[in-house]
């Protein structure tokens, strides 16, 4: 069993519609969760990081970490055709500072005008 | 807001041809960075961690002796793909810490393509 799953999609969705992504992963280690976004041949930049269980909310995005279940997702809200890229979860058992990261493949997601 | 450059963004090349890749932090200065590789549709592994000064670190499974990383400076980590071969060819990309604890930032990433 791979240590993050996450279903690469593609997912399409109309304009304004709310987005939900998820993550599982099996290591009841790990406490920093990341959410990552990536356009076509870029690099990634973070969307939303949390620690532990709980919410989180930025704007449009809402992240969610449920540790009991070891699910993780990323809500987006009104969703636009910018918000079209490729994201990623990523986790870490030791925080942000050791940048040790496990991520997920990534979930393709369009968003059509 | 700190910005990693990477170069080049895209590079084609022959088999048995050694490539280079540089990783910049634009400005801020990093004793680490980290090199990272994504195959189309899978996730990014860490292939190594680069450290200023001091030799790289290596995941287990990564050839040192393929992939040379040098940390000549506190702004500056190379990635040279030494006798690339077609299996080579993949998405690198590089990543680097604002300051201790802070948070990381990715480069644009390289695709190499090792014809």
């Not at chain 1, 406490?31 to 704007?59: A, I």
């Not at chain 2, 200065?29 to 290596?58: C, D, H, I, V």
Request: net charge neutral; hydrophobic share 30%; charged share 20%.
């Amino acid at each position: 069993q791979k240590e993050v799953e996450q279903d690469p999609g593609p997912l399409s969705v109309p304009e304004g519609a709310i987005v939900s992504l998820n993550c599982t992963y099996s290591n009841s280690a790990f406490q920093y969760f990341m959410w990552y976004r990536q356009y076509s041949r870029k690099g990634p930049e973070l969307l939303m990081y949390t620690y532990s269980s709980g919410n989180k909310e930025d704007g449009r995005f809402t992240a969610q970490v449920d540790k009991s279940s070891k699910y993780i997702s990323l809500f987006i809200r009104d969703s636009q055709p910018s918000d079209s890229a490729t994201y990623l979860c990523a986790m870490s058992d030791s925080g942000a500072g050791s940048y040790q990261l496990t991520f997920g493949k990534g979930t393709k997601l369009s968003v059509i005008p | 807001g700190a910005v990693v450059s990477q170069h080049p963004s895209r590079v084609i090349c022959k088999s048995g041809t050694s490539v280079k890749i540089e990783c910049r932090s634009l400005d801020f200065q990093a004793t680490t960075m980290f090199w990272y590789r994504q195959f189309p549709k899978q996730s990014l592994m860490l292939m190594a961690t680069s450290n200023e000064g001091s030799k790289a670190t290596y995941e287990q499974g990564v050839e040192k002796d393929k992939f040379l990383i040098n940390h000549a400076s506190l702004t500056l980590s190379t990635l040279t793909v030494t006798s690339a071969h077609p299996e080579d060819s993949s998405f690198y990309i590089c990543s680097a810490p604002s300051r201790l604890g802070g948070e990381l930032f990715f480069g644009e990433g390289s695709r190499l393509t090792v014809l």
